[in-house]
């Protein structure tokens, strides 16, 4: 357990730091902004997840750091699209009003029900609290929304990086599609595909693997900036 969590802190501030280092790039910049901001749900769910791991950690303040987690585990995912979009130069569309309710508008709903205690609810596991399901209506609306955004975001960043002639580009976009399909499948089978074979828990390790995501996001955002560099 105190590997897990170790490995936890590590990766929050690896998270916070490539945050800054993104940001400090270009604050400007669209696939800059999503990318931080994509990050930023990773660290929170780092986070949270990281302070209700102890066993010993008293009830109420777990179930604060389990919401507060969730906040991260439960909007991550449109912030992948968000990052698709720009990336595959289609920011266009983040500015539309109707386009940023249909990314946000389950996830905010999700989260509320997270907050009001009626989404999961936590019990003692083998590593410390873990999270079961309370209904499983939207148990199965949150995978479909989860796998849905994840593949549509997927096929942007696939469709974008056949069409263009840019070497750079196409790099790029073999990076974004290894991570993320390690990713989406890693965490696929262990936030979905494992709880049925357990008990139904989920979301115990799935945060360690988004590092991966993470990392490709960053490496193409440096692509970015030394390309831009070139162009200009």
Same mark, same amino acid.
């Given at each position: 357990?105190?590997?897990?969590?170790?490995?936890?802190?590590?990766?929050?501030?690896?998270?916070?730091?490539?945050?800054?280092?993104?940001?400090?790039?270009?604050?400007?910049?669209?696939?800059?902004?999503?990318?931080?901001?994509?990050?930023?749900?990773?660290?929170?769910?780092?986070?949270?997840?990281?302070?209700?791991?102890?066993?010993?950690?008293?009830?109420?303040?777990?179930?604060?750091? =389990?919401?507060?987690?969730?906040?991260?585990?439960?909007?991550?995912?449109?912030?992948?699209?968000?990052?698709?979009?720009?990336?595959?130069?289609?920011?266009?569309?983040?500015?539309?009003?109707?386009?940023?309710?249909?990314?946000?508008?389950?996830?905010?709903?999700?989260?509320?029900? =997270?907050?009001?205690?009626?989404?999961?609810?936590?019990?003692?596991?083998?590593?410390?609290?873990?999270?079961?399901?309370?209904?499983?209506?939207?148990?199965?609306?949150?995978?479909?929304?989860?796998?849905?955004?994840?593949?549509?975001?997927?096929?942007?960043?696939?469709?974008?990086?056949? =069409?263009?002639?840019?070497?750079?580009?196409?790099? =790029?976009?073999?990076?974004?599609?290894?991570?993320?399909?390690?990713?989406?499948?890693?965490?696929?089978?262990?936030?979905?595909?494992?709880?049925?074979?357990?008990?139904?828990?989920?979301?115990?390790?799935?945060?360690?693997?988004?590092?991966?995501?993470?990392?490709?996001?960053?490496?193409?955002?440096?692509?970015?900036?030394?390309?831009?560099?070139?162009?200009?």
């Amino acid at each position: 357990m105190d590997l897990i969590l170790y490995f936890r802190v590590f990766i929050f501030f690896v998270d916070i730091a490539m945050i800054g280092y993104i940001l400090n790039k270009n604050s400007k910049s669209m696939l800059n902004i999503t990318c931080a901001l994509l990050i930023l749900s990773y660290a929170i769910w780092t986070f949270g997840a990281t302070l209700s791991l102890r066993p010993d950690i008293a009830v109420n303040n777990m179930i604060l750091f =389990q919401n507060i987690s969730s906040i991260g585990w439960i909007s991550c995912v449109s912030f992948v699209l968000c990052f698709s979009l720009a990336f595959s130069k289609r920011e266009t569309l983040l500015k539309k009003k109707w386009v940023l309710i249909f990314i946000f508008i389950l996830p905010v709903i999700f989260i509320f029900k =997270q907050w009001t205690s009626s989404f999961t609810f936590s019990v003692p596991g083998n590593i410390g609290w873990e999270i079961e399901w309370k209904d499983k209506f939207w148990e199965f609306l949150f995978h479909v929304y989860s796998i849905l955004f994840a593949l549509l975001s997927l096929y942007l960043i696939f469709r974008y990086g056949i =069409q263009t002639n840019i070497k750079n580009k196409k790099k =790029q976009f073999k990076t974004l599609i290894v991570t993320g399909i390690i990713c989406f499948l890693t965490g696929t089978i262990i936030e979905a595909i494992l709880p049925l074979f357990d008990n139904n828990i989920v979301l115990s390790t799935g945060d360690l693997f988004n590092l991966i995501s993470a990392c490709g996001i960053v490496y193409a955002i440096i692509k970015q900036c030394r390309l831009v560099k070139v162009l200009d």
